[in-house]
């Protein structure tokens, strides 16, 4: 029978303080990244154009953070063999494009007022111009999003029938695969 052991309870008392820290560490980055979040917000919103701009920019960051970060990630970038030096750049090309893509997110909604506040903190009062901001951001996000995802079908649709015509040309010739190889 397996007993439990007094070295089996310090491991576990071990990963619990271990759990307790990562998340101690978690809440603190959070509230200094709100923090950081409603100090600068108002110098954001008073850009030329106010609110729509700001959020308007930061929805440009967040596409070009998505489009770094899928073209980072793309399996035709994977260098096969000895890549190492190459994954290790894509690795962090990625990571840093979809730190800024969900960062501009993040800091739009972190300018919203929050919801289970006091109405008098100052963390909490309404800043002017973030409404407008929220909103510029979500339609640029989703139009240039939806735009940027539509070209990239469209070329990966034209890849493909530029394959299937080199296939069937290859075919013609006879040194392209077999019908019977290609269905087995």
Known sequence: MNRFRARDGWG???GVLFLVAVLAVLLSALGLWRWFVRVTAP????????GWTA???LGLLSVAGWAGGVWCSAPERNP???GVPARIGLAIGGAVCWTVA????MYVLGALPGRNCRSGGAMCAYIPGTGSAFLSYAVTAVLLG??????RATAAAARRAEERARTRRLRKK???????AGTS
């Open 102 to 105: 969900f960062g501009a997110a």
């Open 146 to 151: 939806v735009l940027r995802h539509r070209l």
């Open 55 to 57: 959020g308007a920019l």
């Open 80 to 82: 096969g063999g000895d």
């Open 12 to 14: 576990l008392a071990g």
């Open 174 to 180: 006879g040194k392209g695969r077999s019908r019977a």
């Open 43 to 50: 110098a954001l919103v008073d850009l030329p154009g106010g």
